[in-house]
């Protein structure tokens, strides 16, 4: 099983529908929770950080977070082209030996937005 | 406020060589982490740096190594380099290794192909 696992997409959505993108991880001790968009071509930049279980609303981003299924989710309203992207999921893991809180991260979701 | 800088943005070398990559982080920030990005692998995690001590490893062999200065720049550095090393090499810094400092701000990465 991996650490973190997203679907590899692509996720095709029509622009003004709701994008809606997965990622579980198996730490049980992870702490923090991280969302990056990268570009075809460019470096990932993060969108949305959350820590806590529930929901943080940034923008037309949601991140979802339920720590006892281990699982966090970004919804991304009212979709458009511009969002088309690959999405990375990262788990920050829990502080245990040899690990030091390190970063994992999925191998990211391609989210097409059609016009 | 500058965002993080890598150098150089694109390089060739031959199989056998070494190459040394250099980053400068956010001013302020002094985690400074490195990743190997390829097609098929995604980012893969190579090492990270805090106050110029390694604070945690990937699963790379020991030609991969790294070094944080005084002033929170860092360098990387693969020696013996084979075709397979071909790929474009992040570099991200973070203000601490935690909680919300965790949030990673990429460089654009530099593009090493080996032939």
């Known amino acids: 099983q991996k650490e973190v696992e997203q679907n590899s997409g692509p996720l095709s959505v029509p622009e003004g529908a709701i994008a809606s993108l997965n990622c579980t991880y198996s730490?049980?001790?992870?702490?923090?929770f991280f969302w990056y968009r990268q570009y075809s071509g460019k470096s990932p930049e993060l969108i949305m950080s959350i820590y806590s279980n529930g929901d943080k609303e940034d923008g037309r981003f949601t991140a979802q977070l339920n720590k006892a299924s281990q699982y966090v989710s970004l919804l991304i309203r009212d979709s458009q082209p511009s969002d088309s992207a690959t999405y990375l999921c990262a788990v920050a893991g829990g502080l245990y030996a040899g690990n030091n809180r390190k970063l994992i991260w999925g191998l990211g979701t391609s989210l097409a937005v059609n016009p | 406020k500058a965002g993080v800088t890598q150098t150089p943005r694109y390089l060739i070398k031959t199989r056998g060589q070494q190459v040394t990559l250099s980053c400068s982080p956010i001013s302020g920030h002094r985690s400074v982490s490195w990743y190997q990005q390829t097609p098929g692998q995604g980012l893969q995690f190579l090492f990270e740096y805090f106050s110029e001590t390694q604070r945690n490893k990937g699963n790379f062999p020991g030609r991969f190594s790294g070094r944080q200065f005084s002033n929170s720049r860092s360098e990387m550095n693969v020696s013996t380099l084979e075709l397979g090393d071909s790929a474009l090499y992040l570099c991200?810094?973070?203000?601490?290794?935690?909680?919300?400092?965790?949030?990673?701000?990429f460089g654009e990465g530099s593009r090493l192909t080996v032939l």
């Open positions: 730490d049980r001790g992870s702490q923090s």
């Open positions: 991200a810094s973070s203000l601490q290794t935690s909680g919300s400092s965790r949030e990673l701000f």
